[in-house]
């Protein structure tokens, strides 16, 4: 078993895979400026820390010093600002959270006396920004044209990572996840915000016409991803995603069907505002063969069984 640092731990994805990993079996450093009262994605571990192998810092990636990395195998790299909409009133902020932290971090594997741990960093789809529907579904090698602020520093950090891995022979592997979801997600992401809507009866808003697309991807299968990353050691940039793309219209109305065959009654509809900034045209079909072909990766499960998993938990949490 592999000890193994998660920087971004207390999470959405953190949570999941710090439970997973300490649930197989390894030996996990949990990493993140949230109080460890407040890391309540990671109670099922924190409550039971000294029966397991189990350590949580309260840092954050900002202030990592040689003797968070000197005694692990592998560092898992989440952390990050990632609300587009703070990124666009507090771009500053967004870049020293989202740039600065990795630089900081690779150039902590540089310092003499470290044995560079294995470096797997969490990237984002929206580094492809506007991609022309001639060049989709977009591959790992498509030009890289982000369109707001967050994906602008995920595209600097990607960038940091490959320049120190190749100027310092260092291990990195970059996974660009597309948009996630699931049980205890973040509230202000775009699906929660359709479920709670849809379970409390009221409209769904769905910003402009609805016709931007993503590849929305449950966290499981983010989870599997990574986890393949782990077993197979390779270097490079892995699109993990659903290999499916869905408009936003479409999500909207596949929520309010799912929570409508749960039982609940609802007198939910789809109603539309004002765009976005950054988001008329975009449209994204994501390609997850290099990562089928070579990590083994396919999703565990489809965007119907996620969305039912997702809304049973948020029927009960709401």
């Not at 402009?208 to 966290?219: A, C, I, M, P, T």
């Amino acid at each position: 078993m592999a000890a193994i640092a998660v920087v971004g731990a207390a999470g959405f994805v953190g949570g999941n895979l710090v439970k997973a990993l300490v649930s197989d079996g390894h030996r996990v450093k949990g990493i993140d400026l949230v109080p460890p009262d407040g890391a309540t994605r990671l109670a099922p571990v924190m409550d039971k820390k000294r029966d397991l192998e189990f350590e949580y810092v309260w840092k954050s990636a900002l202030d990592l010093a040689e003797d968070d990395i000197d005694d692990v195998d592998v560092v898992i790299y989440l952390a990050a600002q990632a609300d587009v909409p703070l990124g666009i009133s507090s771009p500053t902020f967004t870049f020293q959270q989202n740039v600065m932290s990795v630089v900081h971090y690779m150039d902590l594997l540089t310092r003499p006396g470290i044995e560079p741990p294995r470096t797997i960093y969490m990237s984002s789809e929206s580094v492809y920004g506007v991609v022309p529907k001639e060049f989709q579904p977009i591959r790992e090698d498509a030009p890289l044209n982000p369109t707001n602020a967050y994906a602008v520093s995920k595209m600097c950090a990607e960038a940091v990572v490959r320049a120190y891995a190749a100027q310092f022979n260092l291990n990195a592997t970059v996974l660009r996840s597309t948009t996630l979801y699931g049980p205890n997600s973040r509230t202000k992401q775009v699906v929660p915000i359709f479920i709670r809507q849809a379970l409390q009866g009221k409209d769904i808003t769905v910003e402009g016409d609805g016709s931007q697309s993503r590849d929305f991807n449950y966290v499981g299968n983010m989870i599997r991803g990574i986890y393949l990353a782990l077993e197979r050691d390779l270097p490079g940039t892995f699109n993990i995603g659903s290999g499916r793309e869905v408009s936003i219209k479409e999500l909207a109305e596949k929520v309010i069907e799912t929570v409508r065959g749960l039982g609940v009654e609802t007198e939910s509809k789809v109603v539309f505002g004002p765009w976005r900034p950054g988001e008329q045209g975009v449209q994204l079909s994501v390609s997850i063969d290099k990562a089928r072909d070579l990590l083994g990766y396919t999703p565990l499960l489809t965007l119907e069984e996620g969305l039912h998993e997702t809304v049973r938990w948020w029927a009960k949490h709401i």
